[in-house]
């Protein structure tokens, strides 16, 4: 069963830097059927997609935080992580990690598809 | 970016009652739409994808139909369990993906 779990500080201050990580367990990072992304969802509000990385290293990210956000993967660890610069009270959310299993385009090869596995969570305040 | 709208915001239902929400697309998203349910504190749980195609261990109750952009879940006749926020996401050509504001489907 694979299981991802989100871990980092709690609480960051204002314009600096939020770093998270989502260590994955009964499965690996290292393959090519999946791509990792984050989700967040600022309380009692919807869910915003920020990124996703892939087991090569390749990144996509939300145009809306594209300037402030980096997503990495280290497969000697199992893990992928996140950072977010510059952050401001709205970017105070529930942080999800999940995986995104993927289907192959004759005429783009492999794609990223939905997401069916996901962390718990982990709330992040940013205040002074 | 594609914007989802969902409908209604709350659906105050009971027990045994059919329950049907619905998900619009700003664009045509052809069949590339899931539904997710969420229930306080929980990470969302993949329900439907490719719009009505049933995730691993999700009930024959729950199911999914639309295409280009008008989307339904239809849960047939709820279950104590099935009351909880449910989101579509659309996930089309190109990234970013997105994710409707949500439906919560509520005990009368």
């Known amino acids: 069963q694979v299981q991802l779990q989100e871990s980092g500080p709690g609480l960051v201050k204002p314009s600096e830097t939020l770093s998270l990580t989502c260590t994955v367990s009964?499965?690996?990072?290292?393959?090519?059927?999946?791509?990792w992304s984050w989700i967040r969802q600022p309380p009692g509000k919807g869910l915003e997609w920020i990124g996703y990385?892939?087991?090569?290293?390749?990144?996509n990210y939300s145009p809306s935080l594209k300037s402030r956000v980096t997503i990495s993967v280290d497969t000697s660890k199992n893990q992928f992580s996140l950072k977010l610069t510059s952050v401001t009270a709205a970017d105070t959310a529930v942080y999800f990690c999940?995986?995104?299993?993927?289907?192959?385009?004759?005429?783009?090869?492999?794609?990223?598809?939905?997401?069916?596995?996901w962390g718990q969570g982990t709330l992040v305040t940013v205040s002074s | 970016e594609i914007v989802l709208t969902q409908s209604p915001a709350t659906l105050s239902l009971s027990p045994g009652e059919r329950a049907i929400l619905s998900c619009r697309a700003s664009?045509?998203?052809?069949?590339?739409l899931a539904w997710y349910q969420q229930k306080p504190g929980q990470a969302p749980r993949l329900l439907i994808y490719?719009?009505?195609k049933r995730a691993t261990g999700i009930p024959a109750r729950i199911s999914g139909s639309g295409s280009g952009t008008d989307f339904t879940l239809t849960i047939s006749s709820l279950e104590p369990e099935d009351f909880a926020v449910y989101y579509c996401?659309?996930?089309?050509?190109?990234?970013?993906?997105?994710f409707g504001q949500g439906t919560k489907v509520e005990i009368k």
């Open positions: 999940a995986r995104e299993f993927t289907y192959y385009d004759p005429m783009t090869g492999i794609q990223p598809y939905y997401f069916d596995y």
């Open positions: 009964g499965g690996s990072v290292n393959s090519g059927s999946y791509y």
């Open positions: 990385v892939y087991y090569s290293g390749s990144t």
């Open positions: 996401q659309q996930r089309s050509n190109r990234p970013p993906w997105t």
């Open positions: 664009q045509s998203v052809s069949s590339y």
């Open positions: 490719d719009a009505s």
